[in-house]
T-cell receptor, first 112, second 109 residues
Framework: DAGVTQSPTHLIKTRGQQVTLRCSPK?????VSWYQQALGQGPQFIFQYYEEEERQRGNFPDRFSGHQFPNYSSELNVNALLLGDSALYLC???????????FGPGTRLTVL | LAKTTQPISMYSYEGQEVNITCSHN???????ITWYQQFPSQGPRFIIQ???TKVTNEVASLFIPADRKSSTLSLPRVSLSDTAVYYC??????????FGQGTTLQVKP
């Protein structure tokens, strides 16, 4: 049983570009959350999707948007990239009433 | 969500028991206490969760006093592979998780 998978593993972009990151949840999970982790910091919550709707949102600008598909997989889109968007982006899946969130290995985004 | 305070770093030696204490003075009635472990360049991994008293699993124990304003993660007989960052979180476990800076545990031979 595959856990949470994310693609790509690494990505390099330049300022002003747009990026799409992808996440496949653990089998049977219906809820996907996205987190941003800057170097040396704890993960920061971006948003959570359930039933293809954004259920909760953290303190991130509208440049950060997402989508959840009928098969529960999810995408994170970031527009107009800034240098400060360089980070490890983590996807976590869970059951809507589950006890824990299972994290993927993350996508390392570097903005030059 | 409740803010947590935990030591920035700790060290221990192989085979010893390690206790990491977390303070969460403003914990709400329906908040759970959850601990995650994170290795470099990996996503956090769930260790243990509790609401009150003591919880034990195959990896760790979690001690929560009656007032629930603090909690202690206990790792029995640590090994070098337990070197990681440990995060204490409080909140409703199905919602957003608020991570602090965590405690960097270094296990020495």
């Amino acid at each position: 049983d595959a856990g949470v998978t994310q693609s790509p593993t690494h990505l390099i972009k330049t300022r002003g570009q747009q990026v799409t990151l992808r996440c496949s949840p653990k089998s049977g999970h219906d809820t996907v959350s996205w987190y941003q982790q800057a170097l040396g910091q704890g993960p920061q919550f971006i948003f959570q999707y359930y039933e293809e709707e954004e259920r909760q949102r953290g303190n991130f600008p509208d440049r950060f948007s997402g989508h959840q598909f009928p098969n529960y997989s999810s995408e994170l889109n970031v527009n107009a990239l800034l240098l400060g968007d360089s980070a490890l982006y983590l996807c976590a899946s869970s059951l809507v009433e589950g006890q824990e969130q299972f994290f993927g290995p993350g996508t390392r985004l570097t903005v030059l | 969500l409740a803010k947590t305070t935990q030591p920035i770093s700790m060290y221990s030696y192989e085979g010893q028991e390690v206790n990491i204490t977390c303070s969460h003075n403003n914990i709400a009635t329906n908040d759970y206490i959850t601990w995650y472990q994170q290795f470099p360049s990996q996503g956090p991994r769930f260790i243990i969760q509790g609401y009150k008293t003591k919880v034990t699993n195959e990896v760790a124990s979690l001690f929560i006093p009656a007032d629930r304003k603090s909690s202690t993660l206990s790792l029995p007989r640590v090994s070098l592979s337990d070197t990681a960052v440990y995060y204490c979180l409080v909140g409703v476990h199905t919602g957003k998780l608020i991570f602090g800076q965590g405690t960097t545990l270094q296990v020495k031979p």
